[in-house]
């Protein structure tokens, strides 16, 4: 070529898809040539996923008829994103705790009631003034405890409300001569005799539960207002619960023990571990950059240095909120994980399989950032949002915030809320679906019925389809369309759109616009979500169109270029 004149590829090696964009580059400036995509093959930044990029690189070189002089990269940082089999907790920064245990299912009484806690052994002793919430330990039999709480209240205890270590709620409640709220399966180790406890207990089908108001929960255990949003944080998650058992928190909660799972956190220079359970609070609201290691034993890479974490606890997608209980699978929660190295010898790996030059010259994010603000009509103090397969990256004038937790994260989920495999749900997450009612009938999302092109299959009668390339694809025979709708657009809030509001607390001044780019910029109801989620703010939230050609995507592939021809 004259003039110094040289064709450069762009790769950008994803977690989900592989990327390319080829540009003739002279005198600092860029002409595409031509472009493509592909599945990512194996983890990123393996050796299977380079040599998927090498072979894609040759497809657009024979469909473009020209050959790459140099191949530029982005630093190779690999995500997983799997499901854990994590219990739910409240934030450890809460002033109250809870006493019952997650999987409890059977209280019994209705109503609520504040008292201070009595152990059942104590009820022996002097009758003492006020209202009493007594405890029934592990170890004592149901019915001795019933004939201990009925002798109580003959004389003189006010007894409003008993809690049970065992599952013995309504056999206790069945056997005492008074009617008040019992709780089941609470975990009493580590509470004091003395101190407040509040419990409620609601009737099936009813949706008030009085306590789960935080003015009313600070009220009752005669807390303070200095945390009383903490309190509401708390109250969040027992707007659904049959029951409700709620103290005041003695102290900081124990660190997990050696042998057990934890996430690590930087605070102030020193390593402070929480459960995984208790961290997911935290990691959904601060900002990245605070997390620094996880063990989770139920994880294929179980233990990892990490630069940043995100957790979707599924059980909140099925709170009674968007959709009936037990037609989707929420049991878990969606772990997204962002290594802490980086892949080293990518460069090095592809330069050997193409027989080519190839070297690293910026971070994804950089490159993002380039390759977006090539958008014609830009506002200039716009932020750019780069949604990939595993990880999000946010690209401002004075800072860059990477988040573990995009597209894939999407894709776990409705994976695992649906027991689809997940290349089915990387299909459903994106497209309305409509439920067949019969061989030449179906029913929309938005409630209209259609009437079929040609015969439904008999495998799809009566279930929830995907239209598909070969025709119509059922993935569910529980949820009608119009809860399917609801929890496709209640999973995309709770993952992404959440993920990127966090990732905002880190700039200090809104810009005018959140430009996103990647894969996800092309789902129109992501783009809806992240929207939904910054009204606040406000910030406007668009798309980027790469080069005035691409639309959202190869923004890092045609970023790597554009690096390349300044001098990168």
């Not at 657009?60 to 499901?83: C, K, M, N």
């Not at 330990?137 to 109580?152: R, V």
């Not at 037990?326 to 090095?348: C, M, P, Y």
């Not at 950032?369 to 716009?382: I, V």
Request: net charge negative.
């Amino acid at each position: 070529m004259s003039g110094g004149a040289r064709t450069v590829a762009g790769i950008d090696v994803g977690n989900h898809t592989t990327e390319i964009v080829l540009a003739r580059v002279a005198g600092g400036a860029v002409h595409p040539v031509g472009h493509g995509q592909a599945p990512t093959r194996g983890r990123k930044g393996s050796r299977d996923s380079l040599e998927g990029a090498a072979a894609l690189l040759h497809r657009i070189e024979v469909e473009s008829g020209t050959r790459a002089d140099e191949l530029v990269l982005s630093a190779i940082r690999p995500v997983d994103t799997e499901t854990a089999p994590l219990a739910p907790a409240a934030s450890p920064h809460a002033p109250v705790r809870s006493l019952r245990r997650p999987d409890a299912s059977t209280p019994a009484g209705t109503g609520y009631a504040v008292g201070h806690h009595v152990p059942l052994a104590d009820l022996n002793g002097a009758v003492r003034t006020g209202a009493t919430i007594v405890s029934v330990d592990g170890d004592t039999d149901f019915e001795d405890a019933a004939a201990a709480i009925g002798d109580a209240v003959a004389r003189g205890w006010d007894v409003v409300g008993v809690l049970a270590a065992q599952d013995d709620a309504v056999l206790i409640r069945n056997r005492i001569p008074v009617d008040v709220p019992v709780v089941d399966e609470v975990d009493l180790a580590g509470l004091e005799a003395g101190v407040l406890v509040a419990v409620e207990v609601v009737a099936e089908g009813r949706a008030y539960r009085a306590l789960a108001d935080p003015i009313a929960l600070c009220a009752a255990l005669e807390l303070g207002h200095e945390q009383i949003r903490e309190v509401a944080e708390f109250t969040r998650e027992l707007s659904d619960s049959p029951a409700i058992a709620v103290t005041p928190r003695a102290g900081p909660p124990d660190p997990p023990a050696v042998d057990d799972d934890y996430v690590e956190f930087r605070v102030d220079g020193k390593g402070v571990r929480y459960s995984p359970a208790q961290a997911h609070s935290i990691l959904r609201r601060e900002p990245p950059g605070n997390v620094v290691r996880i063990r989770l034993r139920s994880l294929p890479h179980h233990e990892m240095a990490v630069d940043d974490a995100f957790f979707t606890d599924l059980s909140a997608l099925d709170n009674g909120a968007w959709l009936r209980r037990g037609v989707a699978d929420a049991r878990g929660t969606v772990v997204a994980l962002l290594a802490a190295d980086h892949v080293e010898d990518a460069a090095a790996t592809l330069g050997e399989l193409t027989d080519r030059p190839a070297r690293t010259i910026a971070t994804e994010p950089e490159a993002a950032a380039w390759g977006a603000r090539t958008t014609p009509g830009l506002p200039p103090d716009s932020v750019v949002c780069d949604i990939g397969g595993g990880t999000i990256d946010l690209v401002g004038d004075d800072r860059i915030v990477t988040a573990a937790g995009a597209g894939e994260t999407i894709t776990v989920a409705v994976a695992r809320m649906l027991n689809i495999p997940r290349a089915l749900a990387e299909r459903v997450k994106r497209t309305p679906a409509i439920r067949v009612e019969g061989p030449h009938v179906a029913h929309e999302e938005d409630g209209r019925r259609l009437f079929l092109d040609s015969p439904a299959p008999a495998e799809a009668i009566g279930r929830l389809c995907t239209r598909g390339t070969v025709g119509l694809v059922p993935f569910s025979n529980k949820l009608a369309a119009e809860e399917w709708r609801s929890l496709r657009l209640a999973i995309k809030q709770e993952t992404v759109a959440a993920n990127i509001a966090r990732c905002m607390k880190a700039f200090e001044k809104p810009p005018t616009a959140l430009v996103l780019a990647g894969g996800g910029a092309l789902d129109d109801e992501l783009l809806r979500t992240v929207g939904e989620s910054l009204r606040a703010v406000p910030i406007v939230v668009g798309r980027a169109n790469i080069d005035g050609i691409h639309g959202p995507r190869f923004a890092v592939a045609s970023g790597l270029v554009h690096l390349s021809a300044a001098g990168h």
